[in-house]
Structures are given as structure tokens and as C-alpha cells.
């Protein structure tokens, strides 16, 4: 018998990619629900924020990040505190890569948490 599915996510199609430009906008990002499937790519040399909806919008959803410049860090922001689930912590606020390009982070939500599966550099958790 197979697992049991707590979350249902039978289809994952990349809907598209979100490039942040180098410069010119705005370092701090609002991420809502409908952005599920899409693929962030930043290119900002300032620190970047992306602020997730809260985790009971997000049942089912799913977001890329990519950081594709070495000079700023990417930190996901829960859209409420301490509902972070990644990089060393079960109660985060906020994760933040070490700005390396190529580190990514896969979130999902399940209604009531955000899970951060992270590759390549190092990530931390804060909050």
C-alpha cells in the first residue's frame, strides 16, 4: 500500500517565471496566492524580501525561488509569524539564503504551514 496523500498536488505545472530585473524595482515582493506555479527568479543586487500570503490561503500552493546574482540575499517571509518549516527550524518567521547564485528554495503550503525544501548554498531561519 502506498502513503497516504495528507495534501493532494496530482498535477505541478510551472505556470511561468516571474525575472526580477537587476535594478529598477523593488527589492521588497508580495507574493499572493494566484503566483502559485511560478517560477521567482531574482536578479536584484540589493536584499530581497518575498512576503508569502498567509499559510490559510495557501493550501495546495506552491512557489520557486532562484537566486540568479551573488551580491544580496533572498529572504521568504511567512505571511504570518512562525509558520516556517525549513533550514534548521520548525517555527520560523523568515529564511534566508547566503546569497550564492544558483541557491534555490521550493515552499509549499498546506493551509497552516509553509514547508521550504532549499538547495544548493546554505539557508538560515530567523523570527
Not at 505556470?15 to 503566483?35: C, H, K, Q
Not at 540575499?73 to 533550514?87: H, K, N, P, S, Y
Request: net charge negative; with cysteine; charged share 10%.
Amino acid at each position: 500500500m502506498g502513503a497516504t496523500r495528507d495534501l493532494a498536488m496530482t498535477e505541478m505545472p510551472m505556470r511561468g517565471i516571474s525575472i526580477n530585473p537587476e535594478s529598477g524595482g523593488s527589492a521588497a515582493i508580495t507574493v499572493v496566492p494566484s503566483d502559485s506555479g511560478l517560477v521567482f527568479v531574482n536578479k536584484y543586487t540589493t536584499n530581497t524580501v518575498y512576503t508569502l500570503p498567509t499559510a490559510t490561503l495557501c493550501k495546495g500552493k506552491y512557489f520557486w525561488f532562484f537566486n540568479a546574482q551573488a551580491t544580496a540575499t533572498i529572504a521568504l517571509t511567512g505571511g504570518t509569524a512562525d509558520v516556517m518549516i525549513g533550514a534548521d527550524d520548525t517555527a520560523a518567521d523568515t529564511i534566508t539564503d547566503n546569497n550564492a547564485i544558483g541557491n534555490w528554495a521550493f515552499v509549499i503550503g498546506d493551509g497552516t504551514n509553509f514547508y521550504v525544501i532549499t538547495g544548493v548554498g546554505t539557508w538560515s531561519a530567523s523570527g
